[in-house]
């Protein structure tokens, strides 16, 4: 069966640090996309960072400069290091897997950013 995991979740000061994983089984991780994507209250589930098995990577515009991706592969896991965190990063975190036309998605951790 596929499973992916997150953890790292938490509440941070504004202009603190957190990294988030996904532990994958299941899957040919080192075929497969990683992303993270986010949703906050009222809001839909946006794609904050992406990485392909070839590294390639893509972030969302909120968060350029502030997030990175990385994926270990030996591991099947996927990070984000989120840097600078803003309180509009307070949101549900996903991560997802995809290969082709099929993804899969974790249960999401919780990330709030606030005072």
């Known amino acids: 069966q596929v499973q992916l995991v997150e953890s790292g979740g938490g509440l941070v000061q504004p202009g603190g640090s957190l990294r988030l994983s996904c532990a994958a089984s299941g899957i040919l991780f080192s075929s497969n996309t990683m992303g993270w994507y986010r949703q906050a209250p009222g809001k839909q589930r946006e794609l904050v960072a992406a990485i392909t098995g070839g590294g390639r990577t893509n972030y969302a515009d909120s968060v350029k400069g502030r997030f990175t991706i990385s994926r270990d592969n030996a591991k099947s896991t996927v990070y984000l290091q989120m840097n600078s965190l803003k309180p509009e990063d307070t949101a549900v975190y996903y991560c997802?897997?995809?290969?082709?036309?099929?993804?899969?998605w974790g249960q999401g951790t919780q990330v709030s950013v606030s005072s």
């Open positions: 997802n897997a995809k290969r082709g036309f099929l993804g899969h």
